[in-house]
């Protein structure tokens, strides 16, 4: 069985389509969060930014992560949620709204990650903190 040899070159540029992937979730969110934006960007919208197609994005990101690209930003997406709901006491609609989410579809896309509805979340994290608290 012959061994494919990939170029330096093409690895490096395969490690770096990753790095700016991930830094361009980063903005995105960041600016969706400051209301600079309305709308969440889709996969085929940061392959565009990267100037790259989006089946190349998803294979690239594939291959150099073992995880696809909806996975990192679902994670992220996860991330904020976690802490809106751990450190301020806005709304789970308002959370949801500022997600880009309907509040339905935020609460079903919570549950998929964490087990729970965001509501069973911050109930959680409340009980947890009078627990310690007496």
Do not use: W
């Amino acid at each position: 069985m012959a061994t494919t040899h990939i170029p330096k070159k093409i690895l490096a540029r395969q490690h770096e389509i990753t790095a700016e992937f991930l830094k361009a979730i980063d903005q995105h969110l960041d600016d969706l969060l400051q209301h600079k934006l309305m709308d969440m960007m889709e996969i085929r919208d940061f392959a565009d930014q990267l100037h790259i197609h989006p089946t190349h994005l998803s294979n690239t990101i594939k291959l150099t992560t073992g995880r696809a690209p909806c996975d990192f930003f679902e994670e992220k997406i996860m991330q904020i949620a976690k802490d809106m709901l751990r450190n301020s006491t806005v709304s789970i609609a308002e959370i949801a709204t500022q997600l880009t989410f309907d509040p339905s579809n935020f609460t079903k896309f919570f549950k998929r990650f964490e087990g729970v509805t965001p509501k069973q979340y911050r109930e959680g994290i409340l009980i947890r903190q009078y627990e310690q608290a007496n």
